[in-house]
């Protein structure tokens, strides 16, 4: 099991054109095999962050995630609303 945390920061201004990219790229990939959970979470404290926490059955169906239309086409779209580049932790559970 592969566990993604992928924090955004949307610049202020941007975030009524991020909501609807956050929304299609959430409904479409909930529906990929091998998706466990793929959540968007916000900072009530700074509402410039986003955080998306994942949970992939293997690194292969989250390697095909990346690879999907939705997320090479959306993912790009919000990296230009954004004020820093996604910063992305990919973690294995500890045995």
Not at 32 to 61: H, M
Not at 67 to 75: G, K, Q, V
Request: proline share 6%; glycine share 2%; aromatic share 8%.
């Amino acid at each position: 099991m592969i566990k993604v945390i992928a924090e955004n920061r949307i610049k202020p201004e941007n975030a009524k054109a991020a909501a609807p990219l956050f929304r299609e790229i959430i409904a479409a990939t909930r529906k990929e095999e091998g998706c466990i959970e793929y959540r968007l979470f916000t900072d009530p404290k700074n509402p410039e962050i986003y955080t998306f926490i994942e949970e992939w059955a293997s690194q292969a169906v989250l390697d095909k995630h990346m690879a999907a239309e939705h997320f090479t086409r959306i993912i790009p779209k919000i990296g230009e609303l954004s004020s820093k580049p996604l910063a992305v932790q990919v973690l294995e559970e500890f045995k």
